[in-house]
Structures are given as structure tokens and as C-alpha cells.
């Protein structure tokens, strides 16, 4: 076996140590994570932290994919029902999901990823009365580790150990993730995960919700709620998300793309600058733009064929102007109402976390290399058919 730490032969005895599971075979996703560990080899041009970070977690994920199988085996009745997944928020990065995300997340009909279960979706020891608590604690101490290498993440993208959080983390764990994609430059990689239909990928996904749910106890105020999921990297891969969850309103979210594709680069850079010595705002600015160009071009063709029968979209102006009520609006489509009690909790929040509260996210398409001909020529077919939804 090679020494190199970043091999995969070397990664996986790892994982398979930390898990506890020696004779454990290769976890859902392995190739996937071949294409990733060739592509950076290739172009991230890793620092010694970067090569680190990338160590880390590929073996963080490579554990929980472990243990998943292992979880299965052991409870096969787990994989014989489908999870409940009543509405799924997507639309490209920066384009209000988080915001909306986190104002349903209030509801208490719904059930939410948490950072902690996303983190960790399999329990080590389903009979331990601490395992929540030292699940919360691992988390608590991730997003400590993950603030300090990425301080802007505060102005960014707020994040908290038992807050929402994108369901993205699952894809992760089968290395096929925006935000892998995002944290190292390795564009070979992106060619694929773009284009993929990841169908197995998100069979892991829905069996991960699965785990979740079978953990719920009788008392967990979880249990028996269907979920409410939300991540950009979905946008990409409608049909098969609309195929796994075949009951699931999709939320889409709309902006002036001359704001959201800057405001995506802006974190991506901030996401990959600790990681390499050699990051360009240009590559990042460019990589961005055709990333959108390709998910929604790929989101138009689903939405095409299929009809907007499942689909609501929503703006991210009308979203910033009034969320509360962009939120009533979404419910009367569903045709459920906004209790006043569900009404006020959002309203609460919506005071309690006024937008720029940690800082303003400053950015512009100059700082990587775009202008509004360039964002608007690529992105042509999206904004002929949304163009109305920027405003």
C-alpha cells in the first residue's frame, strides 16, 4: 500500500481504523472519491494545510459512508420504507434558500437536518442516553475548528451545531458535493458532478434520512414529522431528487444573477483561499458562472418535461422585502395556512436577525473578471424564462 497520506487505499485504512471496522469493504461513493482525490492532484495546488484539510475530511466522510453500510446490515427493515420529505428549498447558491430555510425551520410540522446530524447521520451507539448530547459537542467543536480557518463564513453563512442545515452534508458523504466542489479547485471533478445523475448517490441520501428517523425515540419532538430539506446542489439534479422524492414540493429561488453569481464566488474564495497559495479570483469568478450555466440549463430541461405542477418559486427580493409574508404565500400554495402562533415565531426572528447583523458580504462581478453581458449572455435561457422573478 502506498504511503502517501492522500491516497485512497490509505485514506480508506484509515477510515476503516476510526470506524471501528476493519474488514469493512469500500463505501458507497469510492469512485466518486477517485475522481475527486485525481482532480486535485491535478489542479487544487493544495498548501500543506489544504492537503491537511482535504486528509481530514475525506476521512470524516469515508467513516460515516462505513458506517452506514454497516448500520444497514445490521437493520436491513430500515431500507424497506422511503423517508417522508414533504418540501425541498433549492435555486443556485446565494439566491435566498438559507433564509427561507431557516424561517420554515420554525415550524414545528416540519422536521429539519440539524448541523449535528448532518455531521455525524449515524449514531455510534443507538442505546447510549448521551449520544445526542456528545454528537451536539462534536459539532459544537467542528464549526469552532471551521470558523477559524474560514472566518467570513460568519458574514457568509451563518451556521450553528443544532441549526438547519443544507442537506448537501449527506451527498458529502458519497463525494458528490457542490461544497466539496467549492472548497478545492478541481474543475475535472466539477465536469462530472454537474452532469451526473447521481441516482445511487441520492438513494444514499434518502437512506441517510432514514437512519435519522429510526433514531427518533417515541419522545423526540422529530418523530413522525416529515422533513423539510434545502440545498442549492439539488438545482442541479432535479430529476433524480424528483424521483427519490416523489411527494416533495420544490422551492425554487430566484435572483439577478448579476448579484448572485458574484455573491457565490465571493464564497467560494473564501471557502478555498486556506486550502491554496494559489487561488484567482478570475478561475473562481468563471468556474462559478458556468456552474450556474449548467444547473439551471439542466433545471429548465427537468422543469420542461415535467410541468411546474411540483414547482413554487420564490424571489429574492420579495424574500428580503417581506419574508414572513413570502412564507404565507408559499403555505396558501400548498393550501395549508400560516398559524398565527407559527406567524409570530417568524416574525420574531425575522427581528431578532435583521440581514447584515454579523457584517456586510461586499462583492461585485468586477473583483472576478465578469461584467452583467457576460453573466446575462451565459446564462441566456434562465433568465428568458425567470427573468421576471429577479424583481
Known sequence: MSGDPLSVPVLLDRARTQAGLPDAGEPEGIDNLRRLMDSCRRSAALNPLGAKVLEKVVVR???????????????PAISASPPDVAVVITGLPRTGTTLLHKLVALDPAYRVLRLWEALSPVPRDPTDPDGRSKRVAAAESWLERYLELVPEMRTIHSLSADGPEECDTLLQNAFASQHLDDMFHAPDYSHWLYRAELTSEYAGHALQLRVLEDSDSDADSDAGRPWMLKSPSHLAHL???????PTAVIVQCHRDLTEAVPSWASLVSAVRRPYTDELSPQVVGEQCLQRSAVATERALAVRHEVGDGRFLDVAYRALIGDPVAVVAGIYERMGRPLSGEVEGLMRAWVTDNPQHQHGRHRYDLAGFGLDEARVTRALAPYVDRFGGAFR
Open 239 to 245: 430529476r433524480t431528487l424528483a424521483g427519490t422524492y
Open 61 to 75: 466522510h469515508l467513516v460515516n459512508g462505513l458506517r452506514l453500510s454497516d448500520h444497514l446490515a445490521r437493520h
